[in-house]
Structure formats: C-alpha cells, structure tokens
C-alpha cells in the first residue's frame, strides 16, 4: 500500500535561486525549485509531451517548459495559458537546513535521488540511442500518460493531436528542422495517445491494412491512379 508522507530529497543550498532540480522519490520524479528563497514542488513531466520541467527558465514562480514554452506557475501546478489543466503539485516544507516533500510512496520504493533529464532528446551526443518500433512507442506513451489521457477522454485528446498536426504545419512552413523534429515526434505521441484511449493497437492496425501492400491495388509499390488516395 502507498502512503504520503513528508520526504528528505535535498539541502536548501542545493537549489540555488531560481533555479530547478529533479528527484526521484519512489515511482515519481518531482521538480523542487526555489523562488526567492522558498520551495515548491511539482512534476517534472510537462504534460503536453513529457519533458523534463526542472531546468525550464524560473521567473515570478512560473516556470517555462524548455522543449515548447509551456508555462506553469510552480505554488500549484497551474498551466498559464488554461487554468483549468494542472500538473501534480506536492506540499513543500523545510526543517532546519533540509528540504522535506510530501510524495506519495510504496514500502521498498528506491531511496531519493538526484535525476539529470536537463537535455531534450536528439541534443545529447552521450545519450544512449534506442531505436524504437510503433508498438514499443505506443506502450511507453500507454506507461506514462495513460491515467491523464483515458480522464481527459477520446474528444479533448483529438483537439490536442490536431494542435500537434498545426505545430507541425508551421515546422514545415519554416523550413525549421529541428523543430520538425520535435513535432514529427509530438503528432507520433499524440496519435499513440488517442489510440491507447481508443484502446487500439497500432501495430495491428497498421499490419492489417498495409501488411500485404497497398489497399486499393494490392501491389507493394502502389499503381493506383494519382487522383485517387490508397
């Protein structure tokens, strides 16, 4: 069984002034950040695509996501720009010269610990490569933002998945290719998203209708007419 209870992750000189830190406290990791000398916590995961909050810019106790310059105000976990979405935040206090958190955990959760995800894939030479299939994709977005989404429902994960495929839109307009990068990857996770909600496997989707070829001609290299779509 879990239990919240208050949890030693730092010593108050180990957050400088406006700035973030990561820890990992159990099954969770949480952002501490110190705005003009007092603390607060929240997820480290932005939930527009999963990056990592903590070394996001700090001002006036709002932080901004360093991947897509998503802004929340750090007291609560409120996003700026729809009050209506937050992200977890925690309960914060300081004892002495220690940094204490209320996260919720499980007896034989691993001990706290410092996490470095400073760097957005793809900018990190050092960073291990995995290459990844569709089904493997599919699962890791199912394990990390599964809970969020199936409460957001099919209709509000679309609008996010066609806010996604307008970013990408701009990317490619601008000929900007770092940034299609990221939206190449952010339409892909949001299209894992809505099918996990929809509780559809995209492997067997995809196998089923372009395993044996193209659906309208059959042939592996398409011959149908260009006026008409697969």
Known sequence: MSSSVFI?????????RGQGRAFEVGNRVIAVFNCDGVFYAIDD???HIGASLSPGHLENCVVACPWHGWRFDVRDGTWMDNPRIKTDSFPV??????IEVVVPVTAGDPIVRETNKTTPLGENTEQKKTELTVGDFQKLIRQMYHEKDVARGVEGTFMWLMEEVGEL????????RKNQLEEFADVL???CTIANVCEIDLTEAIQRKYGSGCPGCGRLACTCPNSEKP
């Open 93 to 98: 206090r300081v004892v002495g010269s220690r």
């Open 169 to 176: 839109s701009t990317a490619l307009r601008e000929r900007d």
């Open 8 to 16: 030693d992750v730092a010593g108050v000189n180990d957050i400088p």
């Open 189 to 191: 996770a949001w299209l």
């Open 45 to 47: 995961h932005c939930p």
